[in-house]
């Protein structure tokens, strides 16, 4: 890439929050930069406007904020583009960032996928030096290098829990492998025998995601990054925390198929590994798959289950290893399954299925005042 076309690419990312003439009030609620959009983990939890009152720098910047006192999940304010012109180069998206009554944490996040966009190839959140309570403005940054095989590329503030965050004067730009990575996806665990449920790896000494870690304790109960706690009770109950919501759950394991049954917060949970099927509930979302076919993988035996009738890109869940023994360790299993997603895929997505390349916008990038 070209020192002229890193330079359109930077002031394009920057002009998109940070440049512009002054807007009102009502255009700052409704209107939001192109190609930036909100999800959520549940609807109506959180909104993203433009706020020309109180910029770090410039003239406006981009808000995200809670909607309710006690939101369980969390929002993002994103943007998605195709991948092809980065590969093979080290990405830094950084912005200047400030929070209000953060009740939980906030930060900026990149994720780099691949074919698989269960599996990601990079990603970091920021949650291991996570923004909480009230913060000064700041330049935050996250680096993920982008491999050849990177289909597409997302980017944004994320705020989990309630409170207000901030963002703006927002770059984007390669830079040299003298600037370190902050890669969250951890090494594998390979000590142990592992299973894998989606993204989630696990085996009986951790269960580990991209954003998700969890633990054994001194006292057998286990603790993941978040500080909930889950305990094995009576041989085949997992009770405690998980996802800010209560937990309580039998496990029935060695027969014709796996069931996990119970309450989780105010919803009942039900799931069903069987030989041709798998079936996952919580509250009125649900996941009912078929076996698809059997595949070796790195990770040993897997099995892809699929929506029945589905095509490439519908909702599928590989299970591999451990997760389909007779024996599976039971609680790192219960954790494993949970942390997946009980919504089809495309919902799970926000429907960011074909990003836009940023190619597109560049060959016309808006005027910039200097």
């Not at 330079?7 to 700052?28: F, K, N, R």
């Amino acid at each position: 890439m070209t020192d002229r076309m890193k330079q359109i690419l930077t002031l394009l990312w920057v002009a998109v929050l940070a440049l512009g003439g002054p807007a009102s009030a009502a255009e700052d609620k409704k209107a939001l930069p192109e190609g930036w959009f909100v999800t959520e983990s549940t609807p109506k939890l959180y909104e993203a406007g433009l706020d020309t009152e109180n910029p770090c720098e410039g003239n406006r910047s981009a808000y995200l904020r809670s909607l309710h006192a006690i939101p369980s999940g969390y929002g993002t304010f994103m943007q998605a583009f195709g991948a092809q012109t980065f590969r093979g180069k080290r990405l830094r998206f950084s912005a200047v960032v400030r929070t209000e009554n953060v009740q939980g944490w906030a930060g900026l996040w990149m994720r780099v996928e691949g074919e698989d966009p269960k599996e990601p190839l990079a990603f970091d959140n920021m949650q291991s030096r996570a923004l909480v309570g009230t913060t000064q403005c700041k330049r935050y940054e996250v680096v993920l290098d982008v491999p050849q095989e990177a289909k597409a590329i997302m980017a944004g503030l994320m705020l989990s829990g309630t409170g207000k965050a901030w963002m703006g004067t927002v770059r984007f730009e390669p830079v040299d492998a003298s600037v370190p990575v902050t890669n969250l996806i951890a090494e594998r665990p390979r000590s142990l025998p592992a299973g894998r449920i989606g993204g989630v790896w696990f085996n009986a000494e951790k269960v580990d995601s991209p954003t998700y870690r969890a633990l054994p304790q001194p006292d057998g109960s286990w603790k993941d990054n978040r500080a909930h706690v889950v305990s094995l009770v009576d041989g085949n109950r997992v009770k405690g925390t998980l996802a800010n919501q209560e937990l309580n759950v039998t496990i029935k394991a060695g027969g014709p198929s796996t069931l996990i049954q119970g309450q989780w917060g105010v919803d009942p949970v039900f799931i069903e590994l069987g030989a041709e099927k798998l079936v996952m509930k919580k509250g009125i979302h649900s996941r009912e798959l078929v076996r698809e076919d059997e595949r070796p993988r790195d990770d040993g035996r897997c099995i892809r289950y699929r929506v029945a009738g589905g095509v490439q890109g519908s909702d599928y869940l590989d299970i591999c290893g451990m997760a389909l023994s007779k024996n599976p360790p039971l609680l790192p299993l219960v954790i494993a399954f949970l942390t997946n997603d009980f919504r089809p895929l495309s919902a799970q997505l926000g429907g960011v299925i074909h990003p836009q390349a940023p190619v597109d916008r560049v060959a016309q990038p808006p005027r910039v005042n200097h």
